[in-house]
């Protein structure tokens, strides 16, 4: 939909320059898991946009000193030459050298850095795709003046940042945001996400997501593979249903500020991700036995103080602890004193629903 082949400098007289951004991770509610095509979506997801977990990078630029084809980079993470993480970056590039043809025009310094612990369990592809999607964008837009409209970079930050790593085009949005095509959601689209801050009531708008880190192991099945997985799992065809029929339910819940359904439909939504990985072939389990641990305090906790504080699981074994603000005094002893000695290294991160991606 984007590819454009006029998108080509014609002379070197460029001034060099850079862009920096900042962009946070997500955490679906209704989970993107199973994948087909060029990074399309199996189902509809949405997420929240978090505000603490963050990747900052800097895409520096200049005219391309040598004549040789092909991208040209130089890649840090925290200061350090990354070898793997710079291998992932080229090929992305090169896969959009049809939609951006000027990046084989210039040599490119990419400086990048998460503001969580480096492999902390947390991932880092949707925080780290989005902010480059949204640095190529700023780059495109200063050459060529053709993303002025602000709807229009988004659009295809997000677009970009999915052929990175699907749960990136989520990233782009303040708040709230659903990918994939939906009647539930006019505009929506597989190619890239769209915002859903006015679609949701008050009461989400600062909602709590404490991230707990069981382990900080990097995972033992990435979610490429997990997602390839999906394509021979014979729940499939009733999980897509299920994720589209939950979607529904979740969108009416989030306008009426229905914090019990949300919290609900979080739950099942993490626990049916796990059990879709249980019923692969083959099997895999990410869930670690402090995982279930703090699920059991946490079930137990509610209903004994009635108070609303739900969970949620990303492909791995970390808790996402979710409540509203107006319950934090009640529920933070709970969580330091019951949940936080079963994480790894007393290691958990604070974070909420935030203002999405800046430009610094
Ligand atoms: C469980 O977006 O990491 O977090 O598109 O292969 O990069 P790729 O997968 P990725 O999958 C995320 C899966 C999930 C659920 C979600 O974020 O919707």
Redesign the pocket.
Known sequence: MYANPSLVLHSDDIAPGQFNWKSPS???I????G?HGV?L?QNP?I?LTLENAFTQTILAYKPKESKEEGISLEFSFHGEPNEAFKQKIVTYLESLLPILPFLNQLDLTIQSGNSFPHSSGI?S??SS?SALALCLCSLEDELFKSLQEDTEFDQKASYLA?L?????C?SIYSKMAL?GETEQAGGSSNLYAIPQEENIHEVFHNFHDDILIVSQAEKSV???A??ALMENNSYAAPRYQQANDRLQQLMVALKEGDVNTFGQIAEDEALT?HALMMTSQPSYLLLQPNTLQMINKLRTYRQDTGNPIFFS????PNLHVLYPESVIHEVRPFIEGELVPLCEEGLWISDWVGEGPEQL
Request: hydrophobic share 35%; aromatic share 8%; charged share 20%.
């Open positions: 997500n955490l679906a209704i989970k993107y898991w994948k990074q979506p997801s997420s991932a592809s949707a795709m999915r990175g790593s699907g749960s990136a989520r990918w990435s979610s490429r997990g997602h991700l699981l990303d492909a791995g």
